[in-house]
């Protein structure tokens, strides 16, 4: 199983970028998707989740409202659309797979990890 991350990049504060991660080697389908973070000193912290159909996502109080997960099933792809980038979302971003039926939050529940795309807000 492999997922990787990518289009992370350095952004100004205020901009948008958007992150894929390709997924190979499990059957996409049946798997929640989800989005950790992991800033420099920091605990690694959820961000968001794609329920396996993509019509049921959840998010970190922190990033709703500004952050929008999707998923692509005919490509094996989830995505993280990040607008009003703040300094603080500075990090590295992980996508993960969780083999259940229902979005977590937890990163325990989730069994396969990408490397990490690096994402930096400046202000």
């Known amino acids: 199983v492999q997922l990787q991350a990518s289009g992370g990049g350095l952004v100004q504060a205020g901009g948008s970028l958007r992150l894929s991660c390709a997924a190979s080697g499990l059957t996409f389908i049946n798997y929640v998707m989800g989005w950790f973070r992991q800033a420099l000193g920091k605990e690694r912290e959820f961000v968001a989740t794609?329920?396996?159909?993509?019509?049921?996502?959840y998010y970190a109080d922190s990033v709703k409202g500004r952050f929008t997960i999707s998923r692509d099933n005919a490509e094996n792809t989830v995505y993280l659309q990040m607008n009003s980038l703040k300094p603080e979302d500075t990090a590295v971003y992980y996508c993960a797979a969780a083999p259940q039926r229902y979005s977590s939050s937890y990163s325990r529940d989730y069994i396969y990890w990408g490397q990490g795309t690096e994402v930096t807000v400046s202000s």
């Open positions: 794609v329920s396996r159909s993509g019509g049921s996502t």
